[in-house]
């Protein structure tokens, strides 16, 4: 399996074709498979944290999301051949889940919305079954982990935000009764209609971050880190090549 190792994170250099025909087998296959889809902000994040660059390393596929990642791979003379946003993989796979009565479990954002996105989801994929959802601001995780089991999924959202869904997701792989899961950020904001994604002029020109930038300046200091992570892969890249 070729990857890319940015700031210690190994990036799979799937298509998107080839990532979707990835996660088509994960759901075939017994056991819990986990995607992780970083951006440059969830790496750089990684880089000065360990402990969350094991768990991104631990997962069956980790895909580059952002378009900094891709450059990233650039920088790093190790291409990606494309970016592989963790929202366009979903909206990919849920038509080809829907085909084969596949079922997927919505966890994550704030209350009501994960409901929105299902109501929404079963108008667009008729066949999808809606396993069940739940908001991601519990408390305990146990209750959630019993409700998502009594589910049994064979995929599972987890839209908690970065890091908190990767290590919701990585400490409880053991006890998961699903057959994917996946850290997936906003994703549920998107289906629901809560937040709207980039139109295709930004994401094929990779400035979906301007786009974001201009819809929520709130989020200007977390972008920050785009540049920071440009830096970091310019000048300390070399360094992680053999983690
Ligand atoms: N969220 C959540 N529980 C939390 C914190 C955040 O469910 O404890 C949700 C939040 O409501 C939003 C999503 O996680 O729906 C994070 O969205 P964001 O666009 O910040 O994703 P990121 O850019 O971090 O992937």
């Known amino acids: 399996m070729e990857t890319v190792n940015i700031l210690g994170v190994h990036v799979n250099k799937y298509t998107m074709n080839e990532a979707v025909s990835k996660a088509e087998e994960f759901l075939e296959t017994d056991g819990l498979s986990m995607i992780f889809t970083p951006n440059s902000e969830i790496i750089l994040y990684a880089s000065n944290n360990q402990e969350f660059t094991d768990a991104l390393n631990s997962a069956d596929m980790v895909i580059p999301d ?10 790093l003379r190790n291409p990606i051949k494309e970016r592989v946003a963790g929202y366009d993989l979903v909206c990919n796979l849920l038509p080809k889940m829907a085909e084969k009565k596949q079922s997927v479990f919505l966890l994550g954002a704030k209350p009501g919305v994960a409901e929105t996105a299902a109501q929404k989801l079963k108008e667009k994929y008729p066949g999808l079954v809606i396993a069940g959802t739940h908001d991601g601001y519990f408390k305990e995780d146990e209750p959630v982990i019993k409700e998502i089991n009594e589910a049994s999924p064979d995929f599972l959202m987890v839209c908690l935000g970065f890091p908190k869904q990767e290590n919701w997701i990585y400490n409880n792989r053991e006890k998961l009764n699903a057959r994917l899961a996946i850290g997936a950020g906003g994703c549920l904001d998107v ?12 994401c094929r020109h990779g400035i979906e971050w301007l786009y974001r930038l201009i819809k929520q300046p709130s989020r200007f200091v977390r972008m920050l880190a785009l540049p920071k992570f440009g830096l970091k892969v310019l000048f300390e890249g070399r360094k992680y090549q053999n983690k």
């Open 66 to 75: 952002g378009i900094g990642v891709v450059y990233g791979a650039k920088i």
């Open 191 to 202: 289906f629901a209609g809560t937040v709207q994604r980039a139109p295709d002029f930004y």
